[in-house]
């Protein structure tokens, strides 16, 4: 009888972190004549790039860090009801190998059944929901677990 061994996680656990972490999202790219936007950390750092390099409404873009090492792909998928998105991570060794399946997967969902909820989203075999929040904020979300608890969320700046 042999042992079956789960994967090794992408990530290591040295890359989550329990404490609150706060992002600005720049919706303007690093890089002259392309779509994309940068992310900074709460002191102001760049931490990630997200480049599209061949047009402004391509079906892949690019999760870059700051030295634009691809992290991450994510890729769109096209369907008749419903739209879906694979995220892909890479390797971190120099040779930058494309994992062959999704790390996660993100759909929409059907606003028939809860119109609070925006996407669905997959990463093995847990499952989140990007709840949409109401007003004050243009745009919020956040994301939940099965549980109902908050592991983040996205509200939209008032600049003044």
Not at 8 to 29: A, G
Not at 32 to 54: A, K, L, P
Not at 118 to 129: D, E, H, L, P, S
């Amino acid at each position: 009888m042999s042992k079956v061994y789960p994967k090794s996680p992408f990530f290591s656990p040295n890359h989550t972190t329990s404490r609150r972490e706060t992002f600005t999202i720049w919706m303007k790219s690093l890089v002259c004549h392309t779509n994309g936007c940068t992310v900074f950390d709460s002191n102001g750092q760049i931490v990630y790039r997200v480049e599209n390099y061949d047009k402004k409404c391509s079906n892949e873009v690019y999760l870059m860090d700051l030295r634009g090492q691809v992290l991450f792909t994510i890729r769109k998928k096209k369907s008749l009801v419903f739209g879906r998105w694979d995220v892909y991570g890479w390797s971190s060794c120099s040779c930058s190998i494309k994992m062959e399946k999704p790390w996660f997967q993100v759909k929409r969902y059907c606003r028939i059944f809860r119109r609070d909820i925006a996407c669905q989203i997959t990463v093995g075999q847990n499952k989140y929901w990007m709840e949409r929040l109401s007003a004050p904020y243009k745009a919020a979300f956040r994301i939940v677990n099965i549980y109902g608890g908050i592991i983040a969320e996205v509200i939209s700046l008032a600049w003044s």
